[in-house]
């Protein structure tokens, strides 16, 4: 009898853990239409990459203002990356996409000229 150490792994089947599921798109959606609320603009642009998903964000105001951009990856292990999209610093790791989306800074919701 063979040792289960010494078992073929040609059965092995590799999960594909990578890509976004319904339901985080469907949450990327619900965040736009909170934005819209907010009288901000929301565009979102998914992209497939070797062993990622990842989707990025953009949020702004209506006028000369700058806007934020953030992006969320998720990665063959099935858990979430949020980077600043124009730096690529990581500002978090996540197992679940309502984690990553409680991590956004402000200027995803506000104008920080606003503030001044």
Known sequence: MKSRNSLST?????LELSCFTRSDL???KS???????LHRWFRSERKKESEKDLCIIY???HGLSPYAAYRIERHQDGGYHL???????K???A??????????PDDFYYSMETFK
Do not use: D, P, W
């Open 31 to 37: 965040l736009g239409e909170k934005q819209k609320l």
């Open 26 to 28: 469907e949450a990327i």
């Open 83 to 89: 980077l600043k999209h124009k730096t690529g610093k």
């Open 91 to 93: 500002i978090v790791e």
């Open 95 to 104: 197992r679940s996409i309502k984690q990553i989306m409680a991590k956004l």
């Open 10 to 14: 040609k059965n092995v089947l590799i």
């Open 59 to 61: 949020s702004g105001t």
